[in-house]
């Protein structure tokens, strides 16, 4: 059974750089076709997908998030990390990591990570 788990700071200041990390238990971030996910959930809003990579190190990235995002990966420590720059406080959320693509097509998710912008 695959496990995922969020690692990173709970509070970032305004306009610095959010870096969070999933690690990968049970599994292999270079299985075949696997594709890996970051998904946010602000307070009062739905869920938003924000990026992924791919099996092979390919990052997909949401339109709207595109030009303050970047999804790397370490294959020796089977992991992947997240970074959000340029934050303010409307990026306060519960961030997720996931295995797939995009919504709705995740699973395995992990527990979550609250991180709150604020100074």
């Known amino acids: 059974q695959v496990r995922l788990q969020e690692s990173g700071p709970g509070l970032v200041k305004p306009s610095q750089m959010l870096s969070l990390t999933c690690a990968i238990f049970g599994g292999s971030i270079t299985t075949n076709y696997y594709t890996w996910s970051w998904i946010r959930h602000p307070p009062g809003k739905g869920l938003e997908w924000m990026g992924a990579?791919?099996?092979?190190?390919?990052?997909y990235y949401s339109p709207s998030l595109k030009s303050r995002t970047s999804i790397t990966r370490d294959t020796t420590k089977n992991e992947f990390s997240l970074q959000l720059s340029s934050v303010t406080p409307e990026d306060t959320a519960v961030y997720y990591c996931?295995?797939?693509?995009?919504?709705?097509?995740?699973?395995?998710w992990g527990q979550g990570t609250q991180v709150t912008v604020s100074s």
């Open positions: 990579i791919a099996y092979d190190g390919t990052a």
């Open positions: 996931a295995i797939g693509p995009t919504m709705p097509t995740l699973d395995f």
